[in-house]
């Protein structure tokens, strides 16, 4: 297999207000689009002619990736107007494959080792993982290494087998993606057919952010690997401790202390006497003021967060100014988000281009929209659509 | 980034590898060269020019092997010396490379001891003298010999006299094999060959491979290994402007991130030692350049004038080149982004002969401007290949503002304002990329019309005067750019429902005085344009189109409002069917007066 195409069309509705204006396959983990994992992995197996199927917002992937060359990688872009479905995702990029390919989500987390060996493999396959929760995936259905069927987020699991949305596949495909929307669909059609189509399984990691807090626990999983670095000023009397990567152009001022894994963008400005703990990934060009403490959380590109804050288990997307003595402290929020019960403690999940006055208090797992503004000494909590005032 | 070709096969090499070169360009274009091998010898051509023009310079050559190299300058200013191929003291192996050696230093003192002769002031000239060093007799053993001593990345083609074979090798540098018929091609990425060959061969880290004109082998760490052939289906110009539809969309859509890579130039330094940039003061500066870069100039005046209170002069270089006087205490700025601009460069030398202190805002590393000028600000813009300047524009104004920022004579809380606003700056410009669908819908509808006039005051002025100098260059609009004041002296005249009016209107201190303004342009019946805040309801309410914009400190609106203004030019352009980046009887770079 020397091609793959990479579905990155696609808006990821349950992530808002973090999909409104970006693509789903471009939410940034330790200061990378998720997207660009899913292309260092195919890398990292030497399949480096990779067709990017873009839709919602595909300049944003234009801008990023380019012609693949920083990378490593030959990009062709094939545009998908409406986003009807995988299948038909997949069907605009017809013209653009080869006789067998590879088929990937750009908005699931894996790493080189997900996928060796699949690179190999005969096509018509897919590959399955095991999971804890397969209620909220794609459960696929065996007999011996064939698949019987694959059957979307059933009532009852029957198997915790379920589909990681990545295939190989010959041109035999764009014969069934005409008639349906989505992949799985067209896989049972083919399967009704008389096609084979064997499931192979992976052990290295597969991980789908579906709800905004997921970013979290994906976050968590990238700074595990990330390799420290300085391209910046460390300021006397800073202390890191742990794998700290810190971007060009980034100053960290005096009595900071900074634990990692965490990951620092470009050209930002942090201190002095600012706490960053451990699984934090920081944007470019942000600032953190004095006597702030941020853990566990994912801070977007251009936020600026005032003096005197706390910050955990949180996400603050790019361009939010934030006050100071913004209060954003985590606890187990039990609320049930689409019917489905949140397992981790979380802070704040806050949308882009937000402007929070001093001494703004969120309650655990608040999710503000974009563009909210809140003034200062407001409590906030609950969920607060778009460009929502709080005066 | 550079980028480089390799040719061997039974065909003339020279307009082969400067037809591939042109489509290199987007790669670097401060100078480029060819070497062709001919009989026992090289002949190497090579300028501080486009490829355009030194294609003029060379002679039809009857070789058949060749290499050659299109430049953006790292190490060393462009220049003829500097420009590739580099060869060695024999001038019997050249080499043409992308990327940057990290230990050239040393290696340089060490050849110079050995007895080798460096001209350049480039990392690259170390590689010739190294294969030279190592070689007797056997090519391929000596650049992997060669290449044992280097550190740092590259992607190399090297052609020697006795040889006909080239030799490639890539370590963090792009460089693929395109496979014709008796014929092979080497380059820095697939594009460049797509015209003569659509099977290709990804080089991998750390491969170095022999290229004659009907074999191709690879080896890595010495070893033989088997590097598959991929066959090409798409077309050249996907790759290179990266999806879109011309470079001059792909540059306004990189504006958002190259304003963060302007701060991260700048944030350090800056902010640790921010008044080393122009010395101690800005009083007496004058500001000079030519075309967009001189719009920039004036935004430049309205920002170092409010911010630190002293009188600023901006002019046209071609114009104080005549009539221009200095006094001794002025301190210039001279601004342009290819740093090649004659009448800018003519501006600068007179300037220099009058004693005056020379800062340079330039895109290009090591260009003309950089040297002549006592200090340089680099923008981090990055080649821009689109005729129509707009992602260099919005560069010059970010440096414009840092340059500012540390002399402003404001209290704390605005300057707190002002530091917090210019960092929201690419976020804000990202939300106008976002929603560009209501100005694609104003650009189809002034594309109906054969003239347009752009108001506004302030320091929105000269984007009035940049918005119609887009909209005039690449959509053949009649484009005026007006101060909203002036109208009533003259253009009144023209007004009519035949001659829209493009009105640029944040509410800063100028706003009443522009809904009045607005008001004289309806009463004359043209359509109106607007450009406003969101949530701007008065203006809203008069205009026949709304571009409604995000809301950012005063000062900042101009960055905001000339990214708009360059989208409504260009799906303008688009509408009409225009040649979008290479418009009719226009030149990127001026270097003629």
Avoid at chain 2, 38 to 61: C, N
Avoid at chain 2, 264 to 279: H, K, Q, T
Avoid at chain 2, 422 to 444: F, S, T, W, Y
Avoid at chain 2, 451 to 457: A, D, E, G, K, W
């Amino acid at each position: 297999m020397k091609q793959a195409v990479i579905l990155a069309a696609g808006e990821g509705q349950r992530l808002r207000p973090f999909t409104v204006n970006r693509p789903k396959a471009m939410l940034s983990l330790a200061d990378k689009p998720i997207l660009q994992y899913v292309i260092e992995a195919l890398a990292g197996n030497g399949i480096r002619n990779i067709v990017l199927v873009v839709g919602y917002r595909k300049e944003q992937v234009y801008d990023y990736f380019g012609s693949g060359e920083k990378l490593g990688v030959e990009l062709t872009y094939v545009t998908q107007q409406n986003q009807l479905g995988t299948a038909h995702a997949l069907a605009q990029a017809k013209g653009a494959t080869d006789d067998e390919f590879l088929v990937l989500a750009g908005d699931n987390l894996i790493e080189t080792g997900t996928i060796a060996g699949f690179a190999s493999v005969k096509p018509g396959a897919v590959l399955v993982k095991k999971v804890a929760n397969p209620l909220r995936y794609g459960v696929v259905i065996l007999d011996g290494k064939r698949v019987r069927a694959i059957i979307e987020k059933p009532r009852e699991a029957g198997s915790n087998v379920v589909n990681t949305g990545i295939y190989a596949f010959s041109r035999e495909i764009f014969d069934f993606t005409a008639s349906v929307l989505d992949i799985p669909d067209a896989i049972n059609n083919m399967i009704a057919a008389g096609h084979t189509i064997n499931a192979v399984e992976t052990e290295g990691p597969w991980l789908d952010a579906i709800y905004p807090w997921d970013i979290l626990s994906l976050n968590d999983a990238v700074l595990q690997k990330v390799q420290g670095s300085s391209g910046g000023v460390i300021e006397a009397g800073v202390s890191l401790t742990g794998t700290v990567a810190i971007g060009k152009g980034t100053v960290i001022k005096s009595h900071s202390y900074i634990a990692g894994p965490v990951v620092i963008g470009e050209g930002c400005t942090i201190g002095p006497h600012a706490c960053i703990l451990p699984a934090t990934s920081i944007g470019d060009n942000v600032v953190i003021a004095p006597f702030t403490e941020i853990e566990n959380s994912v801070i977007g590109n251009d936020v600026n967060i005032g003096p005197g804050g706390l910050i955990q288990d949180s996400v603050i997307d790019q361009g939010c100014v934030i006050k100071g003595h913004f209060n954003a402290c985590s606890d187990h929020n039990p609320n049930l988000a689409n019917g489905e019960a949140r397992e981790t403690s979380i802070g704040v999940i806050l949308g882009e281009g937000c402007r929070l006055g001093n001494n703004v208090v969120a309650q655990p797992g608040v999710i503000v929209g974009n563009y909210c503004q809140v003034q200062a000494f407001k409590l906030i909590s609950g969920t607060l659509p778009d460009r929502s005032l709080v005066f | 980034m550079c980028g480089i070709i390799g040719y061997i096969g039974e065909k003339r090499a020279g307009p082969i590898l400067l037809d591939c070169l042109t489509r290199l360009e987007y790669r670097g274009y401060d100078s480029c060269g060819i070497a062709v091998k001919t009989d026992g010898s090289l002949e190497i051509y090579k300028d501080a020019v486009r490829v355009r023009e030194l294609s003029r310079q060379v002679p039809l050559s009857e070789g058949t092997i060749g290499v050659g190299h299109t430049r953006w300058a790292t190490h060393g200013a462009p220049s003829k010396t500097n420009a590739h191929p580099h060869c060695d003291c024999s001038g019997k192996i050249a080499v043409v490379h992308n990327g940057v050696i990290t230990n050239y230093q040393p290696l340089r003192e060490r050849l110079a001891r050995e007895g080798h002769n460096l001209v350049s002031q480039t990392d690259t000239e170390v590689i010739p003298h190294l294969i030279e060093k190592y070689y007797n007799g056997d090519l391929e053993k000596a650049v992997a010999k060669a290449l044992g001593d280097i550190e740092g990345s590259y992607a190399i083609i090297v052609i020697a006299a006795g040889e006909a074979r080239l030799i490639a090798a890539r370590r963090d540098s792009p460089l693929i094999i395109g496979l014709g018929d008796r014929e092979n091609f080497i380059a820095s990425d697939v594009p460049a060959v797509l015209d003569y060959a659509n099977r290709v061969v990804y080089l991998e880290e750390g491969d170095l491979a022999v290229v004659t004109a009907d074999s191709v082998r690879v080896k890595e760490g010495g070893r033989p290994v088997k590097r598959e052939e991929n066959k090409i289906l798409w077309t050249v110009a996907d790759a290179q402007k990266a999806g879109y539809e011309h470079f001059m969309l792909k540059e306004i859509h990189e504006q958002p991130r190259v304003i963060r890579d302007t701060f991260a130039e700048y944030v350090p330094g800056a902010e640790a030692n921010g008044n080393s940039i122009a010395g101690d003061s800005l009083e007496d500066l004058l500001l000079l350049s030519c075309g967009t870069s001189y719009h920039a100039a004036l935004v430049g005046k309205y920002i170092i004038e409010e911010l630190t209170g002293s009188p600023v002069r901006a002019e046209l270089a071609s114009e104080f080149n005549y009539a221009g006087r200095v006094s001794m205490r002025n301190r210039a700025i001279v601004i342009s982004q290819s740093g090649e601009t004659a009448d800018t460069l003519k501006a600068m030398k007179k300037l220099k002969d009058e004693g005056c202190q020379v800062t340079a805002i330039t895109n290009v590393v090591g260009s003309t401007a950089s040297r002549l000028a006592d200090r340089v600000i680099y923008t981090r813009a990055g080649p821009e290949i689109s005729v129509a300047a707009t992602k260099s524009f919005t560069a010059q104004l970010i440096a414009l503002y840092r340059l500012a920022l540390p002399y402003a004579r404001v209290d704390l809380r605005r300057m707190e304002k002002l530091t917090v606003g210019l960092r929201q700056l690419p976020g804000k410009v990202q939300q106008v990329l976002d929603n560009k669908a209501a100005i694609i819908e104003c650009a189809v509808r002034l594309a109906a019309y054969e003239n347009v006039f752009y108001i506004s005051r302030g320091i929105n002025y000269p984007i009035a005067l940049e918005g119609a100098l887009k909209m005039k260059e690449i959509s053949y609009i009649h484009a005026e750019g007006y101060a909203a004041g002036e109208l009533k002296h003259g253009p009144f005249a023209l007004l009519g429902a035949d001659r829209p009016v493009v009105a640029i209107a944040p509410r800063d201190g100028t706003y009443d005085a522009m809904v009045t303004s607005i008001k004289e342009v309806k009463a004359r019946q043209s359509p109106l344009l607007a450009l406003v805040e969101e949530g701007d309801e008065v203006i809203s309410e008069l205009a026949d189109m709304v571009i409604p914009l995000p809301v950012v400190e005063p000062l900042f609106s101009p960055v905001i409002n000339s990214v708009a203004l360059q989208l409504l030019a260009y799906y303008a352009a688009s509408k009409r069917g225009c040649p979008i980046d290479f418009p009719r009887n226009l030149a990127k770079s001026v270097t003629v007066e």
